[in-house]
């Protein structure tokens, strides 16, 4: 059992940056892939940013490409999603997700999830 909570969202305006981080609880956080899902308004979630169990390899969706980074700190059963140029098509709830392997993570099947953080970016 793992349980998520995000933290760091908030307003911003556009071309600014955000780290958002998520803290994990259980004992079995270092064997899971964890990942940054987002909604927006309207819209069905979306895969934003994932990476393996040990952080050696990433994924990220094609429109944060160069802007987004993630990494983890599994001596802290954290996560963390570095922000940078935030655009107002950012703006949704991030949620925090942890699932046994990286893609599926990237598939958003199973596993975690939080319950999400205000990410707003304003033009």
């Known amino acids: 059992q793992v349980q998520l909570v995000e933290s760091g969202g908030g307003l911003v305006q556009a071309g600014g940056s955000l780290r958002l981080s998520c803290a994990a609880s259980?004992?079995?956080?270092?064997?899971?892939?964890m990942g940054w899902f987002r909604q927006a308004v309207g819209k069905e979630r979306e895969f934003v940013a994932g990476?393996?169990?040990?952080?050696?390899?990433?994924d990220y969706a094609d429109s944060v490409k160069g802007r987004f980074t993630i990494s983890r700190d599994n001596a802290k059963n954290m996560v963390y999603l570095q922000m940078n140029s935030l655009k107002p098509e950012d703006t949704a709830v991030y949620y925090c997700?942890?699932?046994?392997?990286?893609?599926?993570?990237?598939?958003?099947?199973?596993?975690?999830w939080g319950q999400g953080t205000q990410v707003t970016v304003s033009s």
């Open positions: 997700v942890a699932a046994p392997f990286l893609l599926t993570v990237v598939a958003g099947t199973g596993g975690y």
């Open positions: 259980g004992r079995t956080f270092s064997s899971y892939a």
């Open positions: 990476i393996s169990w040990r952080g050696g390899s990433t």
